[in-house]
């Protein structure tokens, strides 16, 4: 039976993500890059491990898509991760011109939309796959640190 390729597909690869992260300790968000149905990057919050406040997942797949399509621009590519975006990623999103932008949970502290930063304006925008879930685990984590 073949693969149903859908948000919520491509979401729950973008959790397995998280999941790596949750289990190096690192805020659990993942992210995917994908085009044609094909995952051709894919990465989790690295920011503890490399000691560098700029490894969010989303600026790692966007690097991984960058050299695996050998070049700056992912036209062709949707991004699927786990938490809105933070003003930086959304800025190298903007720069990348990535044409969709699919998140799980919104990030009402520290997301795009509330800190002023802005997507390409020819990017789609789809929020909420899977938010529960994504949700979830990004509280579980913050849970068990207080």
């Given at each position: 039976?073949?693969?149903?390729?859908?948000?919520?597909?491509?979401?729950?690869?973008?959790?397995?993500?998280?999941?790596?992260?949750?289990?190096?300790?690192?805020?659990?968000?993942?992210?995917?890059?994908?085009?044609?149905?094909?995952?051709?990057?894919?990465?989790?919050?690295?920011?503890?491990?490399?000691?560098?406040?700029?490894?969010?997942?989303?600026?790692?797949?966007?690097?991984?898509?960058a050299n695996f399509l050998g070049g700056k621009?992912?036209?062709?590519?949707?991004?699927y991760v786990t938490l809105e975006p933070c003003?930086?990623?959304?800025?190298?999103?903007?720069?990348?011109?990535?044409?969709?932008?699919?998140?799980?949970?919104?990030?009402?502290?520290?997301?795009?939309?509330?800190?002023?930063?802005?997507?390409?304006?020819?990017?789609?925008?789809?929020?909420?796959?899977?938010?529960?879930?994504?949700?979830?685990?990004?509280?579980?984590?913050?849970?068990?640190?207080?």
């Amino acid at each position: 039976m073949e693969a149903v390729f859908t948000d919520e597909y491509f979401m729950r690869r973008a959790l397995a993500e998280a999941q790596d992260a949750f289990d190096k300790g690192e805020i659990p968000v993942g992210a995917i890059v994908v085009v044609n149905n094909r995952i051709i990057a894919k990465s989790h919050n690295l920011t503890e491990l490399l000691t560098d406040v700029t490894a969010h997942a989303e600026m790692q797949a966007i690097t991984a898509a960058a050299n695996f399509l050998g070049g700056k621009y992912l036209t062709d590519c949707t991004l699927y991760v786990t938490l809105e975006p933070c003003q930086m990623c959304a800025g190298a999103l903007y720069w990348s011109q990535i044409p969709k932008v699919v998140y799980g949970a919104a990030d009402t502290h520290r997301g795009y939309r509330v800190m002023g930063g802005r997507l390409h304006p020819k990017t789609q925008v789809v929020s909420g796959v899977l938010e529960r879930e994504c949700g979830a685990l990004v509280k579980q984590f913050f849970k068990q640190r207080r």
